[in-house]
């Protein structure tokens, strides 16, 4: 795993087990219960973030825990949630997997 934060920063290292996409805490939540949508060939598991927001996760993507997140997400329908993957997807650079920085 790649570190994001460097040693140093008060003693703050990275957590060699830590899962992006994921907030921590959840366990256990009514955001530990995901769906999973297929997306014009793209698998994401949909979960509640506890924010009111969903995160989405980009399970078939090249980097194992991607995704992103929208919020408010309530009383959102399954087509707008499609919509939501597809905005992502179109920003994805197809040589990279990831959104590219600005």
Do not use: C, Q
Request: charged share 20%; glycine share 18%.
């Amino acid at each position: 795993m790649k570190a994001i934060y460097p040693d140093g920063d008060g003693g703050r290292a990275a957590d060699p087990a830590a899962v992006p996409g994921l907030h921590p805490g959840t366990e256990g939540s009514a955001g530990d219960t995901s769906r999973t949508v297929e997306v014009d060939g793209e698998t994401f598991a949909l979960r509640a973030n506890g924010f009111g927001g969903t995160d989405y996760t980009w399970l078939s993507g090249p980097d194992p825990g991607y995704g992103f997140g929208v919020s408010p997400t309530a009383d959102l329908s399954p087509d707008e949630h499609v919509r939501n993957i597809r905005g992502f997807l179109g920003m994805v650079d197809p040589g990279t997997g990831h959104i590219a920085d600005d």
